[in-house]
């Protein structure tokens, strides 16, 4: 796990080195155990290194074939690269038993085609310094980030934003597209990003930047081709795919321990983890809130593995350590549980490189309650006028009083009401929703509206949505979420969050081998009114406590509501009325109205605050 950057300008003129080493040491904080620059005729070229398989300095970065006319910066892990390196042996001489070399001779005796050879998470840029030609890859599901400008005759990409900022060119220019989708998800979703000239790499995806700078841009995997296929499920191939997914993510040349929840996900990688690595080390975080935490039952869960267990937890974040968490995750991002995270990955590192994490699990086997409401809202437009029931019953209890409990049974009627009357893919990309197309009218500037005339933050999911138009609903929902929710949400917290502190976080559920098996796994076998990850439970039904599978999901989320209702209304309150802040959103008014109403817990705008708030310590940070 590392960071890489470089600039590519085959006609262009080069920037002094200087530029390729502030941007190399922006990524510093993804793993210092070495770094290096190097400049060719094209091209300078920049990285990081976490030093986690072949710790020797024979294996840092850039490297480059012994002729020079190949080199490559690579960020990930290729789990399998042992397997792929032994058809490789009898052609190439190796000089590291690292997985870069494996990905460099593997791509120069394959093209293209050897990436349908990799499992693992990956982000990485081979140079073909005679074709004068730019080569870049993103894994399949897109936890490695990889992000890209072109600006004055030059291509220049990083693994985070930061780094591009240190180049003289780069221009501090908002998309106000990327600001709307923000103010209605939580998050930036697709290619875009909150700055106007950056790009992100989508998943699955390469670009090949010619020396005219023209980018030709190919899809070389799409898991559309696996949610098509209707696959009889098989309890023992799953749990077989998922041990065998946690051996491959056990390799390393240092420690390799466990995030632990107590959760389903979480206590099978745990299962198997043990099972082939005994000594095994796990960590979790809670909160004072009991409602909140779920330190006891990861603590019950490591001692039935009998593993060395470490806790922490979490009390509330300071003004300081918010601005630090928006510092590191370079755009606006509204998640609550990127703060857990975050401070679980500071607290890891201080033991540990790797960790194991189960995230993916909920998306592969239907874990989410939005499927469940996908299933109920079907069912509730049966009946005849159900638009106009389901908004007379929202007006009537859209003022009740909330709880602030975690995603609390108040807070998803509320939802369900709000938006099962429409359409079943608008619908699901609302379960979610924080600010509607209407809300954000009365929040944003003048200026703002105008940019945004006519934009509905709902086109980025119906483009998605369009093709899979023919799959059944649920395979349509599950397809969408993999390509914003999964993408753009979840990856980016465990990826910024680990990287932050130099922790490589793995996710065995995302192994390719899961993904392209459960894509084909029918809704009735994953989910149902009554119960989620019905397949999954069922298989590992006596792989792991019972006490675990009948458990109520809990989720991963921060007592947002409660912090902004208490120890943190000053800071809020503060940055609303900051020039800066006003100069998107300029109604006070407004915002103060929902902030009171929220803190009179007439509705729970807790997400809509915390959204505000984010944005405001972020533009503090970057504009």
Not at 149 to 163: G, M, T, V, W, Y
Not at 310 to 332: A, G, N, V, W
Not at 486 to 496: T, W
């Amino acid at each position: 796990m590392c960071g890489i950057c470089g600039i590519f300008s085959a006609k262009g003129t080069l920037p002094k080195k200087d530029v390729i080493v502030a941007m190399t040491r922006a990524l510093r904080h993804r793993g210092d155990d070495a770094w290096g620059v190097e400049s060719f005729d094209s091209c300078c070229l920049g990285h990081q290194r976490l030093a986690i398989l072949d710790l020797k300095v024979s294996a840092n970065q850039p490297f480059s074939t012994l002729d020079r006319r190949y080199s490559i910066v690579f960020n990930g892990e290729i789990y399998n690269f042992k397997t792929i390196r032994d058809q490789l042996e009898s052609k190439y001489r190796f000089r590291t038993t690292s997985d870069t070399e494996v990905i460099l001779y593997s791509w120069i005796e394959w093209g293209h085609r050897s990436i349908d050879l990799f499992n693992g998470m990956f982000a990485f840029t081979i140079l073909d310094n005679l074709e004068k030609k730019l080569y870049c890859y993103r894994d399949r599901m897109g936890v490695k980030p990889f992000f890209y400008l072109k600006k004055n005759n030059s291509f220049i990409f990083a693994s985070e934003i930061k780094a591009l900022l240190k180049h003289p060119d780069f221009k501090r220019e908002v998309d106000y597209t990327a600001l709307s989708d923000y103010l209605s998800l939580g998050y930036i979703t697709g290619e875009k990003t909150i700055f106007k000239d950056v790009k992100r790499l989508l998943p699955a995806t390469y670009l090949v930047v010619n020396a005219d700078l023209s980018i030709k841009k190919e899809v070389y995997w799409d898991v559309r081709d696996f949610l098509q296929k209707n696959i009889k499920s098989d309890k023992k191939f799953i749990l077989n795919s998922l041990e065998q997914s946690v051996k491959r993510r056990l390799v390393s040349d240092v420690e390799v321990a466990s995030f632990v929840s107590g959760g389903i996900d979480s206590s099978s990688i745990l299962k198997y983890a043990c099972k082939n690595s005994p000594k095994m080390r796990t960590f979790s975080i809670g909160f004072p809130e009991k409602n909140f935490s779920e330190l006891a039952q990861a603590k019950r869960l490591s001692n039935h593995f009998s593993t060395a267990h470490q806790e922490t937890i979490f009390s509330q974040p300071d003004e300081l350590f918010l601005r630090k968490l928006m510092l590191s995750y370079d755009q606006p991002f509204a998640d609550t549980s990127a703060v857990v995270m975050f401070q679980l990955s500071a607290y890891a590192s201080k033991s540990v490189k790797v960790v194991l994490s189960g995230d993916g699990g909920d998306e592969m086997f239907g874990g989410y309650e939005t499927y469940r409401a996908d299933i109920f809202a079907r069912m509730a437009n049966s009946f005849p006028f159900w638009p106009e029931i389901s908004k007379g019953f929202y007006a009537l209890i859209s003022n009740k009083p909330s709880n602030f409990k975690k995603v609390s049974l108040d807070y998803k009627v509320k939802q369900f009401l709000r938006f099962s009357g429409v359409s079943f893919d608008r619908a699901h990309y609302s379960w979610r929703l924080l600010f509607s197309e209407d809300e954000k009218q009365k929040l944003l500037s003048p200026a703002a509206k105008h940019r945004l005339t006519g934009y509905d933050s709902f086109s980025c999911f119906s483009k998605i949505y369009e093709n899979v138009g023919d799959f059944a609903p649920y395979k349509q929902n599950m397809y969408v979420d993999l390509k914003t929710w999964l993408a753009d949400d979840i990856l980016v917290k465990i990826d910024m969050a680990g990287m932050a502190h130099s922790l490589e976080i793995r996710s065995p559920y995302l192994d390719k081998e899961i993904v392209e098996y459960s894509c084909g796994i029918s809704e009735k076998d994953k989910v149902n009114c009554f119960n989620t990850k019905r397949i999954l439970k069922q298989a590992l039904r006596g792989e792991i406590p019972d006490y675990v599978l009948s458990q109520k999901k809990q989720g991963f989320n921060s007592p947002v509501s409660l912090w902004l209702s208490g120890p943190l209304r000053n800071l809020f309150l503060k940055i609303i009325d900051q020039p800066l802040f006003k100069e998107f959103f300029p109604n006070t008014n407004y915002i103060e109205e929902i902030y009171e109403r929220h803190c009179r817990r007439q509705r729970d705008y807790g997400f809509c605050l915390w959204s505000l708030l984010m944005f405001g310590l972020w533009a503090d940070n970057y504009l």
